[in-house]
């Protein structure tokens, strides 16, 4: 079987949820044999589908699929300039669909692969977003119910809850007035001081409501600037949080040496990260605890390995990224890599609705907070093309992503 190849390389792409997917099918030479990857880059799906039909394709056809490792070099090198979202997430759906292959060939599944389990299940958090205290209240409350043990909270999306657009509606509790110029332009409108002030009650208030048995994390989803971030982990101090994600955004990381330095917040951050170089200093100087990476943001299986072999060196634990913006292949093959994973720290979640489980069979069941793999060969997950053409993706152009501050000034989301 060693010398099976690569006889198709196709992309299918679906919207279950709302979010557009990409997985990457690779069919062999072998009758039957074929494997799933994911490429999702949610907001350029389009693009990535683009660069595996145009290049990658071309690129693989005849060659075998056993050597992963070569065939990975050989994609990151092929287009000369590299470590960029859509041809990471290119790559991505080449390498997990090879490594699908060679868990069918072996009839193990890839944890096996990998050197077998540290754990028989991954523990997950979930998504709290009320928009004000009371439904803040009844969604830990119900995930607390469910059996999760780890729940990120927010007030609203991300930067708090935003109100100029309500068009004069009754303004609730938490959200913010802004303040604006006129002419301001169009856009998803927050203001950073409402929204730290509105964060630190919020974990006032769940603390004293939950007390300090279940574990909150909070996503700044690189809202504020390096002083204000700096401000809002010191002021987190006394709600222990699990973790302070995304306090910052790539382009300020050298501001972590100074969190780190005046604070004990948990630090988590990577899902932005595309390139060794983002990371590489910062888990070095152990500026961070939880790395966030999307694996299909870096290029896929082959290097998180290496990423996470890194970082157990450091003592920073993997929390890889995994909300709704990637198919249950890439969950699977996230969850297949936290159950080998000496320094795994936590595997967000987000579900899978029905419309999921009606494409992708074969997806990691949740039960009292924990992630568990099937033991089928590969990742375990398989795909209906047709179920999966019932749901057409389109570009989208989401509101949340034209992030402005009070006086109109555009920010990174
Ligand atoms: C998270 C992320 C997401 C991103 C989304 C972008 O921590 O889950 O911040 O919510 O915003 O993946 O497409
Ligand atoms: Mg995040």
Known sequence: MSDVTIRDIRTITTNPRGVDLVCVKIETSEPGLYGLGCATFTQRYTAVVAAV???LKPLLIGKKVNNINDL???CMSNSY?????????AISGVDQALWDIKGKMANMPVYELLGGKCREAAAVYRHCEGSDMDEIDAQIQQYIDEGYHYIRVQQGSYGGNMNPSNGGMPVKAGQQMIWSPEGAPEGAYFDPDQYMDAVVETFRHVREKFGYGVHFMHDVHERLSPI???RLAKDLEPYRLFFLEDALPPEQVEWFEKLRNQCAVPLAMGELFNNPLEWRDLVQKRCIDYIRVHLSQIGGLTPAI????FCEAYGVRTAWHGPYDLTPVGAAA????????PNFGIQEFAGFTDEEREIFSGVPEVRNGYLYPNDKPGFGVDIDEAAAAKYPCSPKNYKWLRPRLPDGTCVRA
């Open 81 to 89: 300039w590299r470590n960029g979202p859509v041809l990471n997430n």
């Open 334 to 341: 996230q969850l297949h890599l936290d159950l080998v994973t």
């Open 306 to 309: 290496k990423l996470a072999n």
């Open 228 to 230: 204000q971030a700096l």
């Open 53 to 55: 039909n145009d290049y």
């Open 72 to 74: 990975w070099q050989l």
